[in-house]
């Protein structure tokens, strides 16, 4: 008997390696959040929400296909439907196609490791963003403080604008207290 060494054959034989798959949370708690395993491989990009806490695969879950490329091209009245993207499809975490990939999934999630990691680093993003959002705020509240200054230094009101600029001067989270309560006065 021969060997066969046609294309196809060579492709059947040649194991095709695992595509890296990351762990990414939506949410501050473990036991609360909503953990997914996802992929992209080829053209399109995969996902699989995890149950207990990030540990399991549940037995009913279904990997989510999306495309990679986007779904329309051009804009106004150039704009056309992209021929390399598809519409989202759930398939099967038991097809023989994902098998490989599902298991290397099950494997690595199973300590919970990789859940409490994702969950962290979407702890930090979101501390990080409430960070920059205060330091704004309060920029913003700090402007419109000596904008009134100012106004009242114009005005001949040299004591009041001296007044309001050692307001300026407060802890943030002070500076931020004293501006929802003078909101809520005017309300």
């Known amino acids: 008997m021969s060997q066969d060494y046609s294309p196809a054959a060579l492709r059947r034989a040649t194991p095709r390696p695992l595509p890296a798959f990351e762990i990414q949370a939506m949410g501050e708690l473990v036991e609360h959040s909503r953990i997914l395993a996802k992929w992209t491989d080829g053209p399109a990009r995969f996902f699989v929400w995890l149950e207990a806490a990030g540990t399991v695969i549940g037995p009913d879950a279904f990997i989510h296909k999306n495309s990679v490329a986007p779904e329309w091209l051009g804009e106004g009245s ?50 990080a963003t409430e960070a920059r959002w205060r330091a704004a705020h309060v920029s913003r509240i700090r402007h419109a403080i000596e904008h009134a200054a100012d106004r009242m230094q114009l005005e001949g009101k040299g004591q009041d604008a001296h007044a309001i600029r050692f307001v300026a001067l407060l802890d943030p989270e002070l500076l931020i207290h004293l501006a929802n309560i003078m909101q809520g006065a005017r309300a």
């Open 78 to 127: 150039t704009r056309r439907k992209n021929p390399e993207s598809f519409p989202h499809r759930t398939v099967s975490q038991h097809a023989k196609a994902h098998a490989p990939i599902v298991a290397a999934i099950r494997a690595a999630i199973a300590d919970g490791a990789l859940a409490r990691a994702a969950v962290a680093a979407y702890t930090a993003a979101e501390e």
